[in-house]
């Protein structure tokens, strides 16, 4: 059986990624509070079968409750019973957006005098704890819901543990560095494509773009050697039992080197059988 733990910050997406999940397959609870966690566990490895595949939510809403949750998973890991966490962040000022334009009342608003802001941050600190121990992170300020469908499909449509999961982005430092990241590499020492006038309104994935990029020596010096890194240290990191990792390549803005960078990267690791997916966060960004 397939066991996967959902839980993240309040306003980060949870809810969508249930959605996405029960898509592609899971059997969903929502709002399940810890110490039945065991419980259900056992209840749908009793089905024998027919749920294969299960995810629970469990997160602040449980309030007090909630504390008993690092109790559980030592629980699960000393009864040998094999589960995954799934963390959903965002950045505090998109999570705050989203409870401004939902007008929803964050769960630990009546902790903090009513201060959206510090509710926000005591939650991301009580949960820090949590997101140390997740197999999976997604990071959701600048998803939109049909990225983050494809994001949960590319990482549990197939077997998530068959092999290592690695997802490639390309990014824009102007708007800062994905939460998520395992790996950061800098491009922006390669030719810049902006400074050409014919390639500044096209993108990484647009042919003369990638020529552009490809084409100095400087580039494929970094190639060769960027490649050479992330091929040795894969097995490293299968040989640690790592779910999932996150390379992330940002350029200035996130449109041409960062792109045809990270969309050669996914093409390498696909010829090497691997695991994968790409997302482009800035690309559409102006």
């Known amino acids: 059986m397939e066991f996967l733990i959902v839980t993240g910050l309040s306003g980060a997406g949870k ?16 709002n399940i509070p810890p110490k039945l966690i065991t419980a259900f566990y056992e209840l749908a490895n009793q089905a024998k079968g027919s749920l294969s595949r ?43 957006n989203r409870f401004k334009e939902t007008r929803r009342k964050h ?8 201060s959206l802001e510090q509710a926000v941050k005591l939650e991301r600190d009580v949960l820090k704890p949590v997101r140390e121990r997740a197999d999976y992170i997604i990071d ?4 939109s819901p049909a990225q983050l469908k494809e ?32 790996l950061v590499f800098d491009v922006r020492c390669l030719p810049n494509p902006f400074y050409v006038e014919e390639l500044r309104n096209l993108t990484g994935l647009d042919e003369p773009v990638r020529s552009y990029v490809m084409k100095w020596e400087q580039t494929q010096g970094f190639i060769d050697r960027f490649l050479s890194l992330i091929d040795y ?9 790592k779910s999932q990792l996150v390379i992330a390549i940002g350029c200035t803005g996130g449109h041409h080197r960062s792109v045809a960078l990270a969309q050669l990267l ?20 102006q």
């Not at 997160?59 to 409750?65: A, L």
């Not at 549990?156 to 290592?164: E, I, R, W």
């Not at 982005?169 to 395992?182: C, H, L, Q, W």
């Open 140 to 143: 959701t300020s600048y998803l």
């Open 107 to 114: 769960p630990l608003s009546e902790n903090c005098l009513g």
């Open 266 to 285: 996914y093409n390498h690791l696909l010829e090497a059988d691997m695991r994968t997916s790409v997302n482009h966060r800035d690309i559409h960004k």
């Open 15 to 30: 809810s969508r990624a249930i959605d996405a999940l029960e898509d592609i397959g899971f059997y969903c609870v929502d």
């Open 233 to 241: 240290m894969i097995p490293l990191y299968c040989n640690e039992g």
């Open 151 to 182: 994001r949960i499909s590319s990482l549990f449509l197939g077997d998530s543990s068959d092999a290592l999961m690695i997802h490639c982005v390309s990014f824009g430092f102007k708007y800062g560095i994905p939460a998520e990241s395992d």
């Open 54 to 96: 299960v995810a629970v939510v469990t997160d602040i809403r449980g309030g007090d409750m909630f504390s008993s949750l690092f109790e559980t998973l030592d629980e699960l890991q000393s009864e040998n019973k094999n589960y995954r966490i799934l963390f959903l962040d965002a950045n505090d000022y998109v999570l705050m």
